[in-house]
């Protein structure tokens, strides 16, 4: 697992740390053959939610509609290459408050080796309690775009359609067309 010499947690889940790495190869690969012992400062790190818990990360970022109410909860999300796909993670990891327009950036990890990402899912979660109250039951996301932190590849990926009986909302690249001869 690579760490990454950051300020703060929010840069890290901003992805800002990842891209000095990039340029630089300065960061410390931990485990038993990190030769490198006299690191100082803060490091941070990502990882996987299970075991081995190294994995492949990425900047996911994720567009709240413009038509969208206010609405309090929870999303999750899994991410496709047409053969494998990553799992249910964790992307909000807290309830929080969306608003129309607002775009909500995150780091995530994934243990599966994804070549090409063909698609995601995303599901949201109505959280309950007071903040709840008065919020809207869906959440609507016109956009979602995801970098490969490592090999700086990236997608965006437009609403393709909702499974009404689980909520899961699948978003695609979308096809390239090819020009007119």
Do not use: K
Request: aromatic residues 8%; proline residues 3%.
């Amino acid at each position: 697992m690579t760490a990454y010499p950051c300020a703060s947690w929010r840069d890290f889940d901003s992805g800002v740390c990842h891209r000095r790495c990039l340029r630089s190869r300065d960061c410390p690969v931990l485990g038993l053959l990190d030769t490198a012992a006299n690191w100082t400062g803060s490091y941070f790190l990502s990882t996987d939610s299970h075991g081995p818990f190294c994995g492949e990360d990425f900047l996911v970022s994720v567009q709240v509609s413009r038509s969208q109410g206010h609405a309090y909860g929870r999303l999750y999300m899994t991410l496709h290459d047409g053969t494998q796909n990553t799992g249910v993670v964790d992307f909000s990891r807290t309830d929080r408050h969306y608003h129309a327009s607002e775009r909500e950036d995150h780091v995530i990890t994934v243990g599966s080796t994804l070549t090409h990402v063909h698609s995601a899912r995303l599901l949201f979660d109505r959280g309950t309690g007071l903040s709840a109250l008065g919020t809207s039951h869906q959440l609507a996301v016109d956009s979602v775009h995801l970098t490969h932190l490592t090999t700086n590849a990236s997608w965006a990926l437009c609403h393709e359609h909702t499974d009404n009986s689980t909520g899961w909302h699948t978003f695609t690249v979308p096809a390239r067309t090819s020009p007119a001869a």
